[in-house]
């Protein structure tokens, strides 16, 4: 019986061990992803600041003709 506890709490202890690794791993490719997001979010940000800067000097010469 003891035997058999101890085998049951090994498997129980090497399952909570794989779940702790999944997790970690999820929570790695988490912030990978998120970083992702981040740098794509910068360069919209960017373009769309220089598409703005087009628009005003598209502007200014359409005023100008």
């Known amino acids: ?3 058999s506890a101890v085998e049951e709490q090994g498997a ?3 399952e909570v061990s ?7 791993e ?3 490719a ?4 998120a970083q992702e997001v981040l740098d794509a ?3 919209l940000a960017e373009k ?3 598409l703005q800067g087009h628009l005003n000097d598209f502007m200014k010469s359409m005023g100008a003709a």
């Open 41 to 43: 979010s910068s360069d």
């Open 18 to 24: 794989s779940n702790i690794v999944q997790v970690s």
């Open 1 to 3: 019986a003891i035997a």
């Open 12 to 14: 129980a202890t090497q």
């Open 48 to 50: 769309s600041s220089e």
């Open 26 to 28: 999820a929570s790695d």
């Open 30 to 33: 988490t912030g990978q992803a």
